[in-house]
């Protein structure tokens, strides 16, 4: 049974850092591509960043140079680090891998990032 598990969200003043972590089990996300999402209230889940099997990254303009997203192999766990967040950052965020199709597969329970002004 697949499970991803995120964590380290929480409240955070504008321009600070927060690192989420996503933990799986019953998948090998180096062998996967892993993206995580965010959605504010009222607002449709959007595509923050992906990382590849092969460790290429793509990021959503919204977040390029602020966000990094990155794996750990050893410990199976993929990282955002959010550095100058926004109050506009604030979202639940969710990892999500196990599918070719980026958006399918599984998705963890999210974590919630909230970022005052």
């Known amino acids: 049974q697949v499970q991803l598990v995120e964590s380290g969200g929480g409240l955070v003043q504008a321009g600070g850092s927060l690192r989420l972590s996503c933990a799986a089990s019953?998948?090998?996300?180096?062998?996967?591509?892993i993206a995580w999402f965010r959605q504010a209230p009222g607002k449709q889940r959007e595509l923050v960043a992906t990382m590849t099997s092969d460790s290429s990254t793509s990021y959503a303009d919204a977040v390029k140079g602020r966000f990094t997203i990155s794996r750990d192999n050893a410990k199976n766990t993929v990282y955002l680090q959010m550095n100058s967040l926004k109050p506009e950052d604030t979202a639940v965020y969710y990892c999500?891998?196990?599918?070719?199709?980026?958006?399918?597969?599984?998705w963890g329970q999210g974590t919630q990032v909230t970022v005052s002004s």
């Open positions: 019953g998948i090998i996300f180096s062998r996967n591509t």
């Open positions: 999500n891998a196990g599918s070719r199709i980026i958006g399918r597969g599984y």
